[in-house]
Nanobody, 124 residues
Framework: QVQLVESGGGLVQAGGSLRLSCAAS????????MGWFRQAPGKERELKAA????????YYHDSVKGRFTISRDNAKNTMYLQMNSLKPEDTAVYYC?????????????????WGQGTQVTVSS
């Protein structure tokens, strides 16, 4: 059983930056592809970025490409999401997720473990 705990959310002005962290415990973090989802009020939870077990392959949704950077430190059992040039439409609860080991694609139905979420609010 892997536990995931997000941190780093908060309130920021448009154009600002935040760095989210996801700390994993209770399992072998390096075996899992990881991702960041977000869910805005009244909307579905959507995948915004993902990273393979080694950090060598990354995926970004078009809405965050060029502004967000996903990374991981397997020695620290931690994943990060650096968010720059934030926009009001980035406001959402951000969830850390561990995908099933060996996943070759990333989607909600491939998530094995979820974090509890952290709120990000971007003011205009």
């Amino acid at each position: 059983q892997v536990q995931l705990v997000e941190s780093g959310g908060g309130l920021v002005q448009a154009g600002g930056s935040l760095r989210l962290s996801c700390a994993a415990s209770g399992g072998t973090f390096s075996q899992y592809p990881m991702g960041w989802f977000r869910q805005a009020p009244g909307k579905e939870r959507e995948l915004k970025a993902a990273i393979d077990w080694s950090g060598g392959s990354k995926y970004y949704h078009d809405s965050v490409k060029g502004r967000f950077t996903i990374s991981r430190d397997n020695a620290k059992n931690t994943m990060y999401l650096q968010m720059n040039s934030l926009k009001p439409e980035d406001t959402a609860v951000y969830y850390c997720a561990a995908f099933m080991r060996g996943s070759t694609y990333y989607s909600r139905d491939r998530v094995r473990y979820w974090g509890q979420g952290t709120q990000v609010t971007v003011s205009s």
